[in-house]
């Protein structure tokens, strides 16, 4: 059988892969896809051997900075990121959820001095395989991955 891409290569930029169906559009949303001038192409429930269906992202002319990275590890963990040159993918990342999360998550607790002062939000990673919490560094609220409020990047 002949193997077809269902979504076209691209020259250079990156492709985020093997995002669960259901995060897709939360990824594309935190990012700021929307706004972005790039060219982008996205699919939704592809074939996955490891997901049974995933979602792909590919955006050209883009590289994503350590902030983005951690956002995208907090929706969808076992995404993979591609970096492609002239058509060739040069490097491949694995997510892994960071131990410090600064700034691209809001408490969940109105008291807490990040939602009335301008300090930046930092949080403690709590695995709970294969879940984690997240341990806010000055309220001590902890937030379930199901309650997270992600600071989109727009």
């Not at 002949?2 to 995002?19: C, F, N, R, Y």
């Not at 706004?35 to 590919?58: C, E, Y």
């Not at 995208?72 to 002239?86: G, M, R, V, W, Y």
Request: hydrophobic letters at 40%; charged letters at 25%; proline letters at 4%.
């Amino acid at each position: 059988m002949e193997k077809q891409l269902k979504v076209s290569a691209i020259k250079d930029g990156t492709v985020l892969d093997h995002i669960p169906s259901d995060q897709l559009f939360k990824v594309i949303d935190i990012l700021g896809l929307s706004k972005s001038s790039n060219q982008i192409t996205f699919g939704t429930n592809l074939d996955s051997k490891l997901l049974g269906k995933k979602g792909i992202i590919k955006i050209s002319d883009r590289y994503f900075e350590s902030d983005d990275i951690n956002r995208i590890a907090l929706i969808a963990p076992e995404a993979k990121i591609n970096i492609i040159h002239d058509f060739e993918v040069v490097e491949k990342r694995v997510l892994s959820i960071p131990t410090n999360i600064k700034g691209i998550v809001k408490c969940m607790n109105p008291m807490c001095i990040t939602n009335h002062q301008p300090v930046e939000t930092l949080f403690t990673t709590i695995v709970d395989s294969p879940d984690f919490k997240l341990l806010c560094h000055y309220c001590e609220r902890v937030t379930d991955k199901d309650n997270l409020k992600i600071i989109s990047n727009t």
